[in-house]
């Protein structure tokens, strides 16, 4: 790989970074050789506890058995609010940027402490207790971050669902958890457009009797449907409250929240973080992997909704006493300066993104970013898919300006928190690689004999040891938990991507080696899409898979075999792609559909999803064998009519 260029750290960056090479290399050794001691002082340093650990952390990776901090006692919100206060009460916490650009707001420490007290003191009053679980059904609004951290005040259990998902998706999740308490708001607004939360909240509803409350956060004034048994307007019910609530003191290993994520088999999972590792590895990295110093503003464009909210919006920075910006609104609205308007607005010194959104802008031409400052840019960051090294270097050049490193991040709603990245001040860059591994981490390749791979070479991604904020369990199934993570290779976990290493280690995802989408970074399992499909009655069989789109990284193909007699036509189609609109959300349109009469199938009856991904991806000369198919002729109809019909 002696052709891929190679992006040194600049001089000046490295005169003033936390971490240089030398030290990154120390405190790696240390991680991998005295993990105990390592931890327990990086544990010391960034978290307060009310009791201490009385053993650093016991796993057993073949039954998915993960403890750190055994006998630790904290809170969250003491964590990431009360203990900030004496030295940051008028420091801003969050800066809201508004869909509207003429909207913003600062919210200091001491005002975050107001709100999430009184709305903590609300959630009690209503009944709920330490490991009772809440669904937060949200627009990017800080009420959002409120809910989170008065969750955490008494030791409830959040659940967050992305506000793209549809009441369907919104009720599995609900029900799955248990939740008795939703809160959510009138709408959302995005791109100007306004979100029906609240009805989307009611249909689910209808079918979650257990649910007694739903806090609603007056957020457009948009007409509601109103329930009295259970709906309460937020700004009511918190106005009545005390502006201190005792912080519930919760053990280590107590539940901090649910977020469900795609597999490759069934419904989503329920991703289970507990408290202590979660927020000590969220906090360490984002100020290692961003190299976050006193008084940076901090942006990170993700939704609340998606694990890279919870850790980089909201955990990891208020953890670090951080200003962080959260941002209700879409990168190209009202146009595709919108970033860089808001970066020069607010000062933005460090920007964290998806690949999907660079190039999205970058397709936009480079007059959007240039007539823009962006001086206060100082480390760039990507993550949710491998980048295009076009891209990468296209956000490098214009964007940074040739002067920030990007940090490309590697990681999972499973392993809570950052576990491939380079420190910028400490590791050369080469575009597309999210480089080595954060401290503690110990990645291998494994071949398809489970052997380890040495040195250079690929194969899939597995980890060998345990990390703080690694997935605890799949909430109520635990087996399937050690099914989907510890069972394919017993001893590592699992992540259900390749990659390669190159000579100087370097790890270059290639991507998911299992029947999981990465559309636009948001992660939706092919058969999610296909049990859609085959809701609808003219549907027989549906086979999903992922090609590559400009854009979205991956799009969604889907081929349909109808019902006999059942006559194609571009009607059914639009009625197919709202049915996946309404099962799962508008991130699960399939882009194409093509009209399958028969589907390649071994004699066992199994889909060969490998060829209706090279038919989809135009990869028609590495086929591979298809003479051991069931019906062959199929493979010729399929190319025939690729991207039509
Ligand atoms: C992919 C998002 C390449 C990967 C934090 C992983 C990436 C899945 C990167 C997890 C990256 C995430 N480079 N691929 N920097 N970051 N991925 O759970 O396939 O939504 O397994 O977590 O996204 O997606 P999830």
């Known amino acids: 790989m002696s052709d891929v260029p190679r992006y040194p750290v600049p001089e000046d960056f490295k005169k003033k970074t936390l971490i240089d090479n030398e030290r990154y290399k120390s405190m790696y050794d240390a991680s991998i050789n005295n993990p105990d001691e390592f931890w327990s002082e990086q544990a010391r340093q960034f978290l307060t506890w009310q009791k201490p650990w009385t053993q650093v952390t016991r796993s057993d990776l073949r039954k998915g058995k993960v403890e750190w901090f055994i006998d630790g006692k904290l809170n969250v919100s003491v964590n990431c609010i009360d203990r900030h206060l004496p030295a940051r009460a008028n420091q801003v916490a969050i800066i809201w940027e508004g869909d509207n650009p003429a909207e913003d707001k600062h919210i200091t420490y001491a005002e975050l402490h107001r709100e999430v007290n009184k709305l903590a003191n609300a959630l009690r009053a209503r009944g709920v207790k330490k490991g009772d679980r809440v669904c937060i059904y949200m627009p990017m609004i800080p009420e959002a971050t409120y809910a989170m951290l008065a969750c955490t005040r008494i030791g409830a259990v959040h659940s967050i669902v992305f506000g793209g998902f549809s009441p369907d998706a919104l009720k599995d999740r609900i029900q799955n958890a248990g939740c008795e308490v939703l809160i959510t708001a009138d709408e959302g607004l995005r791109g100007g457009k306004r979100v029906p939360l ?82 000590l590895q969220a906090a360490m990295t984002h100020k290692y992997v961003f190299d976050y110093q006193e008084g940076d503003v901090y942006w990170c464009t993700a939704d609340v909704g998606w694990v890279t909210g919870h850790s980089y919006i909201v955990y990891g920075p208020l953890a670090n006493g951080a200003t962080t910006l959260m941002f209700e609104g879409v990168p190209t609205w009202p146009d595709a ?17 998806a690949p999907t959104a660079i190039r999205a802008l970058m397709g936009a031409g480079d007059d959007w970013v240039t007539k823009t400052s962006r001086a206060s840019l100082r480390v760039l960051g990507t993550v949710g898919e491998p980048i295009n090294p076009e891209a990468w270097q296209w956000f490098y050049r214009v964007v940074g300006d040739n002067r920030c490193p990007i940090v490309d991040t590697w990681w999972q709603t499973e392993t809570g928190a950052h576990m491939l990245a380079p420190l910028p001040g400490a590791i050369d860059l080469k575009p597309g690689s999210a480089t080595v591994p954060f401290f503690g981490v110990e990645p291998v390749l494994v071949d398809a004999e489970g052997n380890e791979v040495q040195g250079a070479g690929e194969g ?90 400009d854009i979205k990284g991956q799009g969604i193909y889907a081929y349909v075999t109808l019902m006999d007699g059942t006559e194609p036509d571009d009607n059914l189609k639009k009625e197919l792609v709202a049915l996946c609109v309404r099962e799962i959300g508008a991130i699960a349109k399939p882009d194409v559909i093509q009209w399958a009469p028969g589907l390649p199938k071994t004699r066992s009856g199994k889909i060969m999803r490998r060829i209706l991904r090279k038919i989809a991806a135009n990869e028609l000369d590495s086929l591979g064998d298809t003479t051991t198919l069931a019906d062959p002729a199929v493979v010729d109809d399929l190319i025939a009519n690729r991207h039509g019909r």
């Open 460 to 549: 899939n991604l597995c980890i060998k040891r345990a990390w703080p904020s690694q997935i605890r369990s799949v909430y109520g199934d635990h087996q399937r938990c050690i099914d989907t993570y510890y069972s394919t290779y017993p001893g590592y976990y699992f992540t259900g991507d390749g990659a390669r290493r190159d000579e100087d280690g370097y790890y270059w995802i290639t991507g998911r080696v299992d029947d999981v989408l990465n559309v636009s970074g948001h992660r939706m399992g092919t058969a999610e899409v296909e049990s859609a499909l085959v809701l609808h009655e003219s549907v027989a069989e549906a086979a999903v898979v992922g090609y590559p789109h």
């Open 337 to 353: 300066s919108r970033c860089w308007q808001v970066v020069d607005k607010h000062k933005v010194n460090i920007f964290y993104t």
């Open 198 to 279: 609240k009805k989307n909240a009611d249909a689910a509803l209808a079918h979650c009797p257990e649910v007694h409350t739903n806090i609603v956060v007056r957020r457009t004034g948009g007409d509601v449907v109103w329930n009295d048994a259970k709906d309460v307007w937020y700004h009511e019910l918190v106005a009545q409250q005390a502006e201190f609530c005792e912080p519930e003191i919760v053990d280590a290993e107590d539940p901090l929240f649910i977020l469900y994520t795609s597999g490759s088999t069934g419904k989503p999972k329920g991703v289970l973080h507990t408290t202590g590792g979660y927020l």
